[in-house]
């Protein structure tokens, strides 16, 4: 397996990150859980409903929460990680709205109005997309919660995963039920989780952005190469697109072959 993962340029040009790739583990908005017969995946992005910014030390720390909460309950079923996913972004946003309406909370801000609703707005419409996965053997169960599908690249052809057990996106809509669906993995099969920072990239002031198209013809032309190098690949074709960053743009890439992942 190999995970990409490019920060956004957009609210840190003066301290730009360097592209970071990795085998496996907690990079950006991807974490990789092994177990010894399974392979655990979780792919998130976290979004706000009406253009609300999420940027910042609060978006850090709701990040930075989820990943906490994946780990705590990785072995739990797909759509279980994800409702506990869902339990803690609708308690945060429980809790900071009621902080907020203090005073206190407004005099910690210096009484900057403007400040403080935009942190409103953010916590308010606040929501995530996200991927659990587990692969054990060759049965691939995941649960997708507004999330871009996820790709399987099997002899010469890209596979959406798509199916009725998806569900809409975490902590939007009250009462939301997280569906688990199944697919069969075969060997050689490349499975791809992405962000959609990666499809949406795009240059400065111009329309056209990398695309699902470019994406799939990337994966095609480069699925018998290693996980690394096919990261690699995707790495130089988007920077190629275009150098600045508007947002994160993550991939994971997990090869099935006889010995495993």
Known sequence: SAVFHRPSDEFEPKTPRPNRIARSGDVGKIRLFK?????????????????????????????????????????????????????????????MAERMEKPSFSKKLGGQEKELDSLKSYYKNLFATGIAGVIKGR?????????????????????ELTDENHSGAIAMFEGTKFGLSKFELKDGDLLVAHTD??????????????????????????ARLPPKQLVKALKTALEKHSEFFQDDATLLAIKANPKGY
């Open 197 to 222: 920072g990666v499809t949406d990239h795009r240059k400065v002031g111009h329309a056209d952005c990398f695309g699902s198209f470019n994406l799939h013809n990337l994966l095609l032309e480069n």
């Open 139 to 159: 049965v691939l169960q995941y649960c997708n919660a507004g999330h871009e599908p996820l790709l399987v690249v099997r002899r010469g052809r890209v596979i």
């Open 35 to 95: 177990n010894p017969d399974s392979l655990g995946f979780w792919v998130f992005d976290v979004a706000a409903k009406g253009g609300a910014p999420v940027t910042g030390p609060h978006a850090d720390k709701i990040r930075a929460g989820i990943a906490r909460v994946v780990k705590r309950h990785q072995v739990k079923p797909p759509h279980a990680i994800v409702m506990s996913v869902n339990d803690f972004l609708e308690k945060t946003k429980s809790e």
